[in-house]
Protein backbone atom coordinates (compact mmCIF):
# COMPACT_ATOMS: atom_id res chain seq x y z
CA UNK A 1 0.00 0.00 0.00
CA UNK A 2 1.57 3.36 -0.89
CA UNK A 3 1.76 6.26 1.43
CA UNK A 4 -0.57 8.85 1.52
CA UNK A 5 0.97 12.16 0.88
CA UNK A 6 0.29 14.87 3.46
CA UNK A 7 -0.47 18.49 2.82
CA UNK A 8 0.58 21.39 5.31
CA UNK A 9 -1.93 24.23 6.08
CA UNK A 10 -0.29 27.17 7.79
CA UNK A 11 -3.30 29.47 8.91
CA UNK A 12 -2.62 33.27 10.53
CA UNK A 13 -5.30 35.64 11.25
CA UNK A 14 -6.48 38.68 8.62
CA UNK A 15 -8.55 40.80 9.60
CA UNK A 16 -12.00 38.41 9.55
CA UNK A 17 -10.46 36.42 7.55
CA UNK A 18 -7.68 33.32 7.83
CA UNK A 19 -5.04 33.36 5.50
CA UNK A 20 -3.95 29.90 4.24
CA UNK A 21 -0.40 28.71 3.09
CA UNK A 22 -0.63 24.98 1.51
CA UNK A 23 2.02 23.34 0.96
CA UNK A 24 3.35 19.59 -0.11
CA UNK A 25 4.51 16.97 -2.48
CA UNK A 26 4.36 17.42 -5.94
CA UNK A 27 3.42 21.57 -5.28
CA UNK A 28 6.07 22.97 -7.19
CA UNK A 29 5.86 26.16 -4.74
CA UNK A 30 3.67 27.41 -2.21
CA UNK A 31 0.05 28.53 -2.62
CA UNK A 32 -1.68 30.59 -0.50
CA UNK A 33 -5.70 31.21 -0.19
CA UNK A 34 -8.03 32.32 2.34
CA UNK A 35 -11.14 30.81 4.62
CA UNK A 36 -13.92 32.70 6.62
CA UNK A 37 -13.60 29.84 9.40
CA UNK A 38 -10.75 27.39 9.89
CA UNK A 39 -13.55 24.49 9.15
CA UNK A 40 -13.26 25.52 6.08
CA UNK A 41 -9.68 24.83 5.48
CA UNK A 42 -8.97 21.28 4.66
CA UNK A 43 -11.87 21.68 2.01
CA UNK A 44 -10.21 25.16 0.50
CA UNK A 45 -6.52 23.28 0.47
CA UNK A 46 -8.11 20.30 -1.11
CA UNK A 47 -9.38 22.37 -3.96
CA UNK A 48 -6.33 24.37 -4.63
CA UNK A 49 -4.36 20.97 -4.87
CA UNK A 50 -6.70 19.48 -7.26
CA UNK A 51 -6.18 23.12 -9.62
CA UNK A 52 -2.71 23.67 -8.89
CA UNK A 53 -2.21 19.21 -9.63
CA UNK A 54 -5.09 19.42 -12.67
CA UNK A 55 -6.93 16.66 -11.52
CA UNK A 56 -10.03 16.52 -10.14
CA UNK A 57 -10.61 16.71 -6.13
CA UNK A 58 -11.84 13.55 -5.80
CA UNK A 59 -8.23 12.30 -6.95
CA UNK A 60 -6.74 13.91 -3.91
CA UNK A 61 -6.06 10.83 -1.26
CA UNK A 62 -4.11 12.72 1.06
CA UNK A 63 -3.93 14.04 4.37
CA UNK A 64 -4.50 17.84 5.32
CA UNK A 65 -2.31 19.04 8.74
CA UNK A 66 -3.17 21.78 10.29
CA UNK A 67 -1.12 24.56 12.15
CA UNK A 68 -1.01 27.93 12.92
CA UNK A 69 1.73 30.81 12.57
CA UNK A 70 1.69 31.95 16.48
CA UNK A 71 3.91 29.77 18.03
CA UNK A 72 2.82 30.92 21.29
CA UNK A 73 -1.07 29.83 20.26
CA UNK A 74 0.57 26.78 18.55
CA UNK A 75 2.35 25.55 21.61
CA UNK A 76 -0.81 26.55 24.14
CA UNK A 77 -3.24 24.54 21.66
CA UNK A 78 -0.35 21.27 21.94
CA UNK A 79 -0.66 21.01 25.58
CA UNK A 80 -4.18 21.64 25.91
CA UNK A 81 -5.13 18.96 23.57
CA UNK A 82 -2.20 16.17 24.86
CA UNK A 83 -3.98 16.98 28.44
CA UNK A 84 -7.34 16.46 27.65
CA UNK A 85 -6.41 13.23 25.45
CA UNK A 86 -4.15 12.42 29.02
CA UNK A 87 -7.26 12.88 30.94
CA UNK A 88 -9.83 10.75 28.20
CA UNK A 89 -7.51 8.21 28.41
CA UNK A 90 -7.10 8.40 32.32
CA UNK A 91 -10.97 8.21 32.84
CA UNK A 92 -11.22 4.95 30.47
CA UNK A 93 -8.72 3.48 32.77
CA UNK A 94 -10.05 4.58 35.90
CA UNK A 95 -13.90 3.04 34.67
CA UNK A 96 -11.87 -0.38 33.58
CA UNK A 97 -10.27 -0.53 36.56
CA UNK A 98 -13.60 0.54 38.28
CA UNK A 99 -15.33 -2.60 36.63
CA UNK A 100 -13.11 -4.96 37.01
CA UNK A 101 -12.42 -4.42 40.83
CA UNK A 102 -16.33 -4.06 40.94
CA UNK A 103 -16.85 -7.46 39.46
CA UNK A 104 -13.99 -9.12 41.95
CA UNK A 105 -15.42 -7.54 45.07
CA UNK A 106 -18.74 -8.93 44.31
CA UNK A 107 -17.29 -12.39 43.07
CA UNK A 108 -15.40 -12.53 46.59
CA UNK A 109 -18.98 -11.79 48.60
CA UNK A 110 -19.01 -7.89 49.20
CA UNK A 111 -22.48 -6.26 48.89
CA UNK A 112 -23.45 -3.18 47.03
CA UNK A 113 -23.43 -0.75 49.96
CA UNK A 114 -19.61 -1.99 50.94
CA UNK A 115 -18.40 -1.69 47.34
CA UNK A 116 -19.49 1.21 47.05
CA UNK A 117 -18.17 2.60 50.27
CA UNK A 118 -14.91 1.34 49.52
CA UNK A 119 -14.62 2.99 46.16
CA UNK A 120 -16.29 5.94 47.21
CA UNK A 121 -19.61 5.63 45.08
CA UNK A 122 -23.31 4.94 45.03
CA UNK A 123 -24.61 1.57 45.69
CA UNK A 124 -27.04 2.03 42.49
CA UNK A 125 -24.00 2.62 40.59
CA UNK A 126 -21.92 -0.05 41.87
CA UNK A 127 -25.64 -2.16 40.70
CA UNK A 128 -25.66 -0.58 37.35
CA UNK A 129 -21.70 -2.02 36.41
CA UNK A 130 -23.07 -5.39 38.23
CA UNK A 131 -25.69 -5.65 35.66
CA UNK A 132 -23.98 -4.41 32.67
CA UNK A 133 -21.18 -6.77 33.34
CA UNK A 134 -23.63 -9.90 33.27
CA UNK A 135 -24.91 -8.31 29.90
CA UNK A 136 -21.33 -8.70 28.37
CA UNK A 137 -20.98 -5.09 28.01
CA UNK A 138 -18.17 -5.14 30.62
CA UNK A 139 -16.93 -8.79 29.23
CA UNK A 140 -13.48 -7.75 29.52
CA UNK A 141 -14.11 -7.22 33.33
CA UNK A 142 -12.63 -10.72 34.74
CA UNK A 143 -10.06 -10.57 32.74
CA UNK A 144 -8.78 -7.51 33.81
CA UNK A 145 -9.14 -8.22 37.53
CA UNK A 146 -7.69 -11.74 37.59
CA UNK A 147 -4.46 -9.71 36.13
CA UNK A 148 -4.76 -6.62 38.21
CA UNK A 149 -6.72 -6.93 41.50
CA UNK A 150 -3.51 -7.86 43.41
CA UNK A 151 -1.38 -5.39 42.10
CA UNK A 152 -0.24 -2.44 44.54
CA UNK A 153 -1.63 1.13 43.53
CA UNK A 154 1.61 2.51 41.86
CA UNK A 155 2.23 -0.56 39.43
CA UNK A 156 -1.92 -0.05 38.25
CA UNK A 157 -0.87 3.72 37.84
CA UNK A 158 2.20 2.55 36.00
CA UNK A 159 -0.08 0.67 33.57
CA UNK A 160 -2.27 3.50 32.01
CA UNK A 161 0.51 4.67 29.91
CA UNK A 162 -0.38 8.48 30.71
CA UNK A 163 1.64 11.51 30.28
CA UNK A 164 5.18 12.25 32.13
CA UNK A 165 2.87 15.77 33.01
CA UNK A 166 -0.10 13.77 34.64
CA UNK A 167 1.76 10.63 35.70
CA UNK A 168 4.06 13.37 37.77
CA UNK A 169 0.17 15.27 39.17
CA UNK A 170 -1.20 11.34 39.87
CA UNK A 171 2.17 10.67 41.82
CA UNK A 172 2.41 14.29 43.63
CA UNK A 173 -1.12 14.03 44.63
CA UNK A 174 -2.64 10.79 44.96
CA UNK A 175 0.75 9.03 46.18
CA UNK A 176 3.01 11.02 48.37
CA UNK A 177 0.09 13.34 49.66
CA UNK A 178 -0.42 9.92 51.79
CA UNK A 179 3.14 8.27 51.46
CA UNK A 180 4.52 6.26 54.68
CA UNK A 181 0.72 6.37 55.85
CA UNK A 182 -0.65 2.29 56.22
CA UNK A 183 -2.86 1.67 53.68
CA UNK A 184 -6.00 1.89 55.42
CA UNK A 185 -4.92 5.37 55.99
CA UNK A 186 -3.77 5.84 52.38
CA UNK A 187 -7.33 4.36 51.10
CA UNK A 188 -9.01 6.75 53.47
CA UNK A 189 -7.32 9.59 52.16
CA UNK A 190 -8.15 8.53 48.61
CA UNK A 191 -11.50 8.36 48.72
CA UNK A 192 -11.80 11.45 50.95
CA UNK A 193 -9.90 13.26 48.05
CA UNK A 194 -11.92 11.80 45.22
CA UNK A 195 -15.00 12.89 47.46
CA UNK A 196 -14.16 16.56 47.53
CA UNK A 197 -13.35 16.68 43.95
CA UNK A 198 -16.87 14.80 42.61
CA UNK A 199 -18.51 17.27 45.04
CA UNK A 200 -16.86 20.38 44.23
CA UNK A 201 -16.40 20.82 40.40
CA UNK A 202 -14.59 23.71 40.73
CA UNK A 203 -12.03 22.03 43.19
CA UNK A 204 -8.72 21.06 41.54
CA UNK A 205 -6.01 18.75 42.63
CA UNK A 206 -3.90 21.59 43.08
CA UNK A 207 -6.47 23.12 45.67
CA UNK A 208 -6.00 19.81 48.26
Known sequence: MSKRDTYTITASRSDAWWALTVSGPRLKRSYHTQVKRLEQSEEMARDLVAAMLDVGVSEIDADFELTVTDDEVAAELEATLTTRLAATLVKQKAAEATQATVADLARR??????????????????????????????????????????????????????????????????LEVAAGDPAD????????LGGQLRHDKRRRLTDT
Do not use: W
Not at 185 to 192: Q, V
Open 109 to 174: GYVHRDIGYLLGMSHQAVGKLLNEAEKGTAASADDASTHSAALPLKEKLDQLCMTRDTEALFRSYL
Open 185 to 192: RKLNRLRA
